[in-house]
Every structure is written in C-alpha cells, then in structure tokens.
C-alpha cells in the first residue's frame, strides 16, 4: 500500500471530520456562542491565528498554556492549524458547564444548544447530498425501471417484463435501483417479498420467492435493471436526496443486522478498513482512468459521511445524540441534569467507544495479516 492512497484515505477522511465540525462552528457563530478554537486536524499546533484589537496575529507552535496565560486572546476564537492531519475540532467549552458567562455555550437557551449539536450530524448529510448531486449531475442514477427477466426465477414466473417499474419492495418505497439492492441485501432471509411496480400507468403487485441457485452470491428475485439517467436541476436536488436516504437507510439496516447478530463485531471496519478500502477502490478503478477514481472515491466519501451523520446522531454518551438527550430532558424538566452525573454518563460512553475502537482497529489489522 502506497504513501499516495494513504494520503487520500486520510484526505477523504479529514475532510468529512472538518465539514461535520464546520457545522457546529457556524450555528454555533450563528446563536453568538464563543468559540474557543476551531482546528484543522490534531495533536499541536503548528499556526494560529486570532484576531486581536490590534489586528490579526499569527503565532506559530503555540501551546493551550501560552494562550491562557494572555488573556487578549480571551474571547477570540482561535483557528489553528495542527500536527497530525486527522479531521479537526470546534470548541466551545460545553464540558464547563459552570461557565455562564455572556456568549458561554451553557449560557445560551436549550434551543440554541440543541441546534448547535445536532449542526454537525446535520451538515454531514448536506455535504453526503452535495456529494450526491455531483454524481448524478455527473452520470445520472440508476433507475428502478425493470431492464430483463432472468429464467427460472420467481419474477418471471409472477409476471414481471421488461419496462416495469417498481415503486415499493416489502412496504418500503422505491425511488432508484439502489432501493431494491439495499433490500434484498439486508432481508435476504425472508421467503416471500412483496413489491408494487407500474405498467402502462397501472399499479400491480406480485409476491415473489428469492431463489439462490449454484453460482449466486445471495438469493435473488430474478430481475435486472438500473439503467442510468441524467436528471435536470430539480430532478438531481431531488434524486440527490433520494440517494442520501438510500445510505441512510443502509447504515439503519447495517445497525439492525449488527444488533440481531446478523452480522458480528468482526464485520465492522475502521480507520484502517478506510484505508484498505480506497486502497481496493483505487487498484480496481485505475485501470478505467482518472474519473473512475474520483466517482468511486465519491462513494466511499458518500458511505463515511452518511453513516458519520446517523451514527452521531444516536442517543449514546459521548456522542452529539447522546449530548441531544439530554438536553431534550432539560427542555421537558425546565433543568438541567446534574453536571456530576451527565460527566459520569459521557465518561462511561467515551470509555466503551475507546474500547470498541481498540476491537475495531485490532479487526481491521487482523484482515490485513
């Protein structure tokens, strides 16, 4: 594995962190709370920079004890610019919540705090739409228009033909191929599936038998398709979405095949399956040219940010879902929790993240060895 697709995976990454800070920091700037530092990757700083009243003042190899011993940087947010590039950080001092001070974040309405947490999860599904209507915009999406019926399987014995187009697949609604993709992958258990398709401005419905026959990877219901269209303006804002939804539903249903034993903690990939991962997708697309590369390096960064966004916004400690519960108990309460016993409960859930992190990276070397 090359210094090069290292250098991407770690590119692709950073970037999905920053944009997903970027969003605390604007809404956070938007409801006047003092942002104490806003950084681009970790460890020290190699340059920062404030604004002073005497002007902006770049200072280089600064520590967090140098700035606190000046306090004409109080108040300022300080950028920085830091040693390890690995993703960044907003920070708002949300931990002290004995700080209630003008601009404070725990001085500002439990709305505005909310708002503030959930913009980071927000802006990474803005940033997996805009990835979204590139592509589209690009090549167009797969369309869930019936291309062939394959022989001996269930679809060709219900009916189905060319030319049909399916609109639901087991009570879920269709919008692109991917749906349908998506839906046999993680139900592939279930004997019968009923979908909805249209023909000749009729709507039908058939229930069919995935069949897995010598050969197949998986069950499958017989039909093929997907053909690519390409959109106007509205149509990639709208299938943009539609898209978005599709790997937000594929991280829900990945969550419940992990939860139901479905799939194992083995199955699940970290920093070191991302770079595995690009390192895959470059081999295989390079062959096909340059744009090949950018499509499918799009795609991993359309899959990290998404899930980033629904994970972030589960209601676990240590997480921006598990901040949003609380403060949802605060709204109901009309109080806040006790700060004692919230630190304990995102200690604890910090504490158990390091620990699945340890399992995720120890998987991710073992598939490597």
Known sequence: MSAWIIFLAILVFSVIILFHEFGHFIVAKWNK???????????PRLISWVKTSEGRKIMFLKSSAFLEEHPEYNGQTIYSWKLLPFG?????????????????????????RMSVIVAGPLFNLILAWILCMIMIAWVGYRTPV??????????????????????????????????ISLYNLTHSEEKEVEITYKRDGKTHTAVLEPR????????LLGVTGGKMERPGFFGTLKYGAYT???WIDYTVDSLRMLVTGRVGMKDLSGPVGIVSAVDGVYQEAAPAGLSVIILNLMNIGILITANLGVMNLLPLPALDGGRLVFLIIEAIRG????????GMVHFAG???LMVLMVVVMFNDIMKLV
Not at 88 to 112: H, L, Q, R, Y
């Open 335 to 342: 109080k806040r929790v006790s700060s004692d016993k919230e």
């Open 244 to 246: 978005v939804k599709y």
């Open 350 to 352: 910090f504490a158990l």
């Open 212 to 219: 897995q026959k010598e050969g197949d990877t998986a069950p």
């Open 33 to 43: 709370v003092k942002v104490l530092e806003f950084s681009l990757g970790m460890g």
């Open 88 to 112: 960044g950080a907003c920070m708002m001092g949300e931990d002290d919540v004995e700080d209630i001070s003008e601009g404070s974040f725990n001085s500002k309405s439990v709305w505005a």
């Open 146 to 179: 019936v291309g062939g019926v394959i022989d001996g399987y269930s679809a060709q014995e219900q009916g189905l033909s060319e030319g049909d187009v399916i609109t639901k697949i087991g009570g879920r609604s269709v919008h692109i191929w991917n749906d």
